[in-house]
């Protein structure tokens, strides 16, 4: 029997973050800072919407493009947000963000095609790239620089092969936002290499202080920007896998077909829920948001006062990418000792980016209570005291 499988495959490991968990699971009460799923369940006015909804029918393929009525819902909200002419033919409906990359990545990717990202960047971005036959290549930052990319480090991973220029504001793993200075100078170096951008703005409304700009905003985008985002993180909606992509009509109208072909459409109750999310009250979501910051400045004051800790206090998400010590020989080691002495489970720092800028670093997600927090803190803290 020929066992060959694709190349494109068997390279690829298995998300780290998901394997952290699974080992975790051998243990008892476990405080897990790992996967980056809201610990707030969905409102019970969205799920009565979409119960509602498919009792009256909504339980039958949507377009692929996606439901007429969230469409019509997410342009109204998207001109809102940014000011930009978004259109029918600009909008596709997709399950969950992960989709959308892996859609768009399949779109605009030949084999051999490179994609600039700057590091650290979520860790599943290079599977993206590879299941379309591309790589992804990241750009160092630095923890003392905030985590921003300079120009002179994107000129120099620039190659003949670069395709397309992928950033994620606010990020995972950092928490940063970019500014608009550091907006303006991607923009700039997208239009004069002729990249087309690819915006993973899953947590926009997750910003502590103003907003975050799209640099689809900025002069020249408009027609080489996709911007990707999801309901999944600002809404509660993980599971529900409702996530949706904004860009110029040319990659739209290729891009449809990766996703006809790969799921026909996303499951009709899940998007009426999203679209009762859209319409509904933003007191809920405000809340989840506000936590997030109590949170995060909680976790960000702990570590800092923590001897061999540098934490960046994030200006949105719910993550932080603290510099360890004690984890700067190997990150994975120091998790799973972390996790076989204290039970909390961090993720280490080696999946996000080149080593001079992980090195030493793990990611938390403060996706527990506050009480639940402190005690992750106060087991953390201990441990770092006994090493």
């Known amino acids: 029997m020929n066992t060959k499988l694709s190349s494109h495959v068997t390279p690829l490991r298995f998300s780290v973050i998901r394997s952290m968990l699974e080992k975790a699971s051998a243990y008892h009460d476990v405080i897990s800072l790992s996967i980056g799923e809201p610990d707030f369940d969905t409102p019970a006015f969205v799920c009565e919407a979409a119960m509602k909804d498919a009792e009256h029918g909504y339980t039958h393929y949507a377009a692929s493009s996606g439901d007429a009525d969230l469409r019509a819902a997410l342009l109204d909200a998207e001109r809102a947000k940014s000011g930009l002419p978004w259109q029918e033919e600009h909008l596709l409906i997709t399950s969950g963000a992960m989709h959308g990359l892996l859609a768009v990545m399949r ?104 907003k975050a700009e799209s640099i689809a905003t900025r002069p020249g985008m408009f027609e080489r920007t996709v911007v990707l985002n999801s309901f999944s993180k600002a809404f509660a909606m993980t599971g529900w896998r409702v996530g949706y992509a904004l860009g110029p009509s040319w990659i739209m109208k290729e891009m449809i077909k990766v996703l006809s072909y790969s799921v026909a459409s996303t499951g009709t109750p899940n998007q009426r829920a999203a679209l009762a999310a859209l319409k509904g009250p933003r007191a809920p979501f405000d809340a989840f948001r506000d936590a997030y910051r109590r949170r995060t400045h909680l976790a960000a004051e702990r570590l800092n006062a923590m001897p061999g800790v540098r934490c960046l206090e994030p200006a949105g998400t719910f993550y932080l990418f603290p510099h360890i010590e004690a984890a700067e020989q190997d990150s994975l080691a120091f998790a799973l000792d972390l996790l076989d002495k204290e039970q909390v489970i961090v993720v280490p720092g080696f999946p996000f980016g080149p080593e001079k800028t992980v090195k030493g670093c793990v990611r938390l997600a403060c996706t527990v209570d506050e009480n639940r927090l402190s005690e992750a803190m106060d087991r953390i803290e201990r441990y770092l005291k006994t090493r």
């Not at 990241?138 to 994107?154: K, Q, W």
């Not at 500014?179 to 993973?200: G, N, P, Q, W, Y």
Request: with cysteine; net charge negative; hydrophobic share 45%.
């Open 107 to 210: 779109t605009l990717l030949d084999e051999g095609d490179e994609v600039l990202t700057p590091a650290p960047c979520f860790s599943d971005y290079q599977g993206h790239c590879a299941l379309a036959g591309g790589r992804l290549v990241p750009v160092a930052t630095s923890f003392e620089n905030g985590f921003i990319p300079t120009l002179d480090d994107m000129e120099a991973a620039l190659t003949p092969k670069t395709r397309a220029l992928l950033i994620n504001s606010p990020c995972n793993p950092s928490g940063v936002v970019f500014d608009a200075a550091t907006l303006d100078m991607l923009a700039d170096f997208a239009v004069r290499h002729d990249l087309v951008v690819i915006s993973d703005e899953v947590y926009d409304s997750i910003v502590f202080q103003g």
